[in-house]
């Protein structure tokens, strides 16, 4: 059993963060775990910038996949292999499209009389005073590489966006993002280099919402947390597992169950 490695994926948003953004209840089980080097990887929405300040703040620094799969980040030398195109300090593969490409697209529709308005037709003062973020994460959110963030539109508008893009319906916002993003197809991939290098793992995916359901699909332990209206989101899992908490309170619940190094 002890020489099982465990790799966890996890959503954020509603998930590892409560509402106002804290880990402070998962924060003794998030100790435990990096303590058992056991890697934790974030598989989300959020931008590279928004994921970069969560991972230096809570001290992770494994792998990570942002945009809805859009792109795997790997800081460099992580694995034995390059695996990915080098810029920076990363390793980067990239299955979704560039933003560039989505805002192009909007901004014919928008000239067309549709109504779209995502992030990048915002400041971070109007993006800030939507979300509940402060100023300074609304700008790491409208610094996105992959994906847009829409908040008004019309239906006719965003069936034509629907036609070039995935285009997914979050809790609060639509997410579009290219065609070829995938959380399964990133999470599948992170795993394989995985298991290139360790002789025995076991992935743990944790999430709160029907778009976790592709991340869900893609570990051996599919875990749900808890809404914060007291109901589980509706998902298609075999063998899932539901927390009876919300959020971090529910991510630590999860952690203790599935991992025996943690108490």
């Known amino acids: ?63 990570f996949i942002v945009e809805d799969g859009s792109a795997i980040y790997i800081p460099k030398g992580y694995f034995k292999e390059t695996k990915g195109k080098p810029i920076n300090n990363y390793e980067i593969i990239v299955l979704g499209t560039k933003l560039e490409n989505i805002i192009k697209e909007i901004q014919k529709l928008q000239k067309k009389g549709y109504k779209i308005i995502g ?6 003062e109007e993006i800030a005073e939507i979300t509940g ?12 590489e992959f994906s847009e963030t829409i908040i008004e539109y019309d239906e006719e508008g965003l ?28 999470i599948k991939i992170l795993t394989k280099f ?5 002789e025995k793992i076991k992935t743990i995916g944790i999430g709160d919402s029907y778009t976790d359901e592709p991340l869900l699909k893609a570990v051996d332990i599919p875990a749900l947390v808890k809404g914060y209206n007291g109901q589980w989101a509706q998902v298609n899992v075999k063998n899932l597992y539901y927390a009876k908490e919300a959020g971090p309170k529910g991510w630590a619940e999860t952690m203790k169950k599935f991992i025996p190094k943690v108490k």
Do not use: W
């Not at 070039?164 to 579009?176: A, D, S, W």
């Open 1 to 63: 059993m002890n020489n099982i490695l465990y790799i966890i994926f996890t959503d954020l948003d509603n998930t590892l963060l409560n509402k106002e953004y804290s880990y402070s209840e998962a924060e003794k089980v998030l100790r435990e775990l990096k303590e058992a080097e056991i890697p934790i990887i974030f598989c989300s929405a959020k931008t590279r910038r928004e994921q970069e300040k969560i991972r230096e703040k809570m001290g992770i620094y494994h792998p």
């Open 119 to 124: 992030y990048q037709d915002m400041t971070p």
């Open 133 to 144: 973020l402060s100023i300074h994460d609304a700008k790491l959110a409208k610094n996105r």
């Open 159 to 186: 069936e034509k966006l629907k036609r070039k893009f995935n285009v997914q319906i979050g809790g609060r916002f639509i997410h579009v993002f290219g065609k070829g993003a995938d959380k399964g197809k990133a």
């Open 194 to 198: 995985y298991k290139e290098e360790h």
